[in-house]
């Protein structure tokens, strides 16, 4: 028989040693007043988990684990007080990253099917996405006149599905300026659609030795160098293969070299979708399957904000609207890397609804996720004998 909680053994997979590490650099614990770091994180991932509305729901849902805190590492269910008062003060970043030092580990574990290019290079979708904000409560996410928003610019890492950097801004920053800050990866390709076809940041990626795929604007101003030939009787949806020069002053500053321009006819929404890559050697078919894929960003996009705790906040402060969308990401990483390990083929959105309805039942984890609706062999071995009434 399991003597621990469910969630008690989701929060063991985590690597305590590594946060003690970052607790003693940051000095995060300083002045905690019994309310330790790590406490922080196992309140917030259960706010997550148990998608907790407010500060009390967080201290009475782990008051009502009475018996069971000691094996989540806490010593007793945090005060509605101190939840608020350590989202305020304690400084978001060492969740952000923390989840950054799980993306190494957790993240190997979280596998994903894709389709597999052809090619060695690195696949990373960069997109944002807008938060919306009560603009009376959160004063300082200025967004519009009478709204406020935060806006996360993410890098998403193809391969796993999870993001590798995550830029988060008020809501008046524009995608490409929040872009300027992206990690560049030697050797690697970024798809992005057209809010990124800033030719600046284009050359910046490019002197790096970045290759992109991105969507041009439907004004863009060109000359064409030289039309490469279309392959017969297949790639149909493949309408131009060109190599052109920019035309305009500005834009030839910004970015000198010639760029490549693919044409391809899109049979689900019925447009065109023009792209414009440095790469020069990948085929068209190769170059349009990239820009396929960036539809896996906003799938991602979707299920956090369908299935995590980021569309309302427990805490108004810029600091608390961080804590909890950083411990979401640590939220996504670990339900990820729990549907990689079960063999059960569950749907994001109904294994987090499934953790919430038995998130303090004592069964264990791995034969839950690989059998959930069976009957624990505990239970099999024993006779359920009917008694006689009278």
Same mark, same amino acid.
Not at 247 to 272: C, F, G, H, I, M
């Given at each position: 028989?399991?003597?621990?909680?469910?969630?008690?053994?989701?929060?063991?997979?985590?690597?305590?040693?590594?946060?003690?590490?970052?607790?003693?650099?940051?000095?995060?614990?300083?002045?905690?007043?019994?309310?330790?770091?790590?406490?922080?994180?196992?309140?917030?991932?259960?706010?997550?988990?148990?998608?907790?509305?407010?500060?009390?729901?967080?201290?009475?849902?782990?008051?009502?684990?009475?018996?069971? %805190?000691?094996?989540?590492?806490?010593?007793?269910?945090?005060?509605?007080?101190?939840?608020?008062?350590?989202?305020?003060?304690?400084?978001?970043?060492?969740?952000?990253?923390?989840?950054?030092? %799980?993306?190494?580990? %957790?993240?190997?574990?979280?596998?994903?099917?894709?389709?597999?290019?052809?090619?060695?290079?690195?696949?990373?979708?960069?997109?944002?996405?807008?938060?919306?904000?009560?603009?009376?409560?959160?004063?300082?996410?200025?967004?519009?006149?009478?709204?406020?928003?935060?806006?996360?610019?993410?890098?998403?890492?193809?391969?796993?599905?999870?993001?590798?950097?995550?830029?988060?801004?008020?809501?008046?920053?524009?995608?490409?300026?929040?872009?300027?800050?992206?990690?560049?990866?030697?050797?690697?390709?970024?798809?992005?659609?057209?809010?990124?076809?800033?030719?600046?940041?284009?050359?910046?990626?490019?002197?790096?030795?970045?290759?992109?795929?991105?969507?041009?604007?439907?004004?863009?101003?060109?000359?064409?160098?030289?039309?490469?030939?279309?392959?017969?009787?297949?790639?149909?949806?493949?309408?131009?293969?060109?190599?052109?020069?920019?035309?305009?002053?500005?834009?030839?500053?910004?970015?000198?070299?010639?760029?490549?321009?693919?044409?391809?006819?899109?049979?689900?929404?019925?447009?065109?979708?023009?792209?414009?890559?440095?790469?020069?050697?990948?085929?068209?078919?190769?170059?349009?399957?990239?820009?396929?894929?960036?539809?896996?960003?906003?799938?991602?996009?979707?299920?956090?904000?369908?299935?995590?705790?980021?569309?309302?906040?427990?805490?108004?402060?810029?600091?608390?609207?961080?804590?909890?969308?950083?411990?979401?990401?640590?939220?996504?990483?670990?339900?990820?890397?729990?549907?990689?390990?079960?063999?059960?083929?569950?749907?994001?959105?109904?294994?987090?609804?499934?953790?919430?309805?038995?998130?303090?039942?004592?069964?264990?984890?791995?034969?839950?996720?690989?059998?959930?609706?069976?009957?624990?062999?505990? %239970?099999?071995?024993?006779?359920?004998?009917?008694?006689?009434?009278?």
């Amino acid at each position: 028989m399991v003597n621990v909680t469910l969630f008690s053994q989701i929060i063991s997979k985590l690597e305590r040693s590594k946060f003690n590490k970052l607790v003693s650099t940051s000095q995060s614990d300083k002045h905690n007043k019994g309310y330790t770091s790590w406490t922080h994180l196992v309140s917030m991932l259960f706010c997550q988990f148990a998608k907790s509305q407010s500060v009390r729901d967080i201290s009475n849902g782990l008051r009502s684990a009475t018996g069971n %805190l000691n094996h989540l590492g806490i010593q007793k269910a945090p005060s509605k007080s101190s939840v608020s008062y350590q989202n305020k003060h304690r400084d978001y970043n060492i969740f952000k990253s923390y989840y950054f030092i %799980l993306l190494e580990s %957790l993240g190997q574990q979280a596998g994903f099917k894709q389709i597999k290019f052809r090619i060695k290079s690195k696949i990373f979708l960069l997109d944002s996405t807008t938060i919306s904000l009560c603009l009376s409560l959160f004063d300082w996410a200025r967004y519009k006149t009478a709204k406020g928003a935060v806006k996360l610019h993410t890098l998403l890492d193809y391969d796993g599905n999870l993001p590798a950097y995550v830029n988060i801004t008020n809501g008046k920053t524009a995608d490409n300026k929040g872009a300027y800050d992206v990690p560049l990866h030697k050797g690697s390709v970024i798809v992005a659609d057209r809010f990124y076809n800033d030719f600046a940041l284009l050359n910046v990626w490019d002197s790096n030795g970045v290759f992109f795929v991105i969507r041009h604007k439907e004004n863009l101003q060109y000359t064409t160098v030289k039309e490469n030939i279309l392959p017969e009787n297949r790639h149909k949806n493949i309408l131009i293969d060109e190599i052109i020069e920019l035309k305009t002053t500005k834009s030839k500053d910004s970015y000198p070299k010639n760029l490549r321009r693919v044409a391809v006819w899109d049979d689900k929404n019925e447009q065109t979708i023009e792209i414009i890559t440095n790469q020069m050697y990948w085929t068209a078919n190769t170059i349009s399957e990239l820009y396929k894929s960036r539809w896996q960003i906003e799938i991602f996009f979707r299920e956090i904000k369908q299935n995590l705790h980021i569309k309302s906040f427990i805490g108004t402060t810029e600091n608390a609207v961080m804590i909890q969308i950083w411990t979401a990401l640590i939220t996504i990483l670990i339900l990820k890397a729990l549907k990689a390990m079960a063999k059960y083929g569950w749907q994001l959105s109904n294994l987090i609804a499934f953790i919430r309805l038995n998130i303090f039942v004592k069964i264990n984890l791995q034969n839950w996720l690989d059998r959930p609706f069976e009957e624990p062999d505990e %239970l099999k071995d024993k006779q359920v004998i009917q008694g006689v009434l009278f």
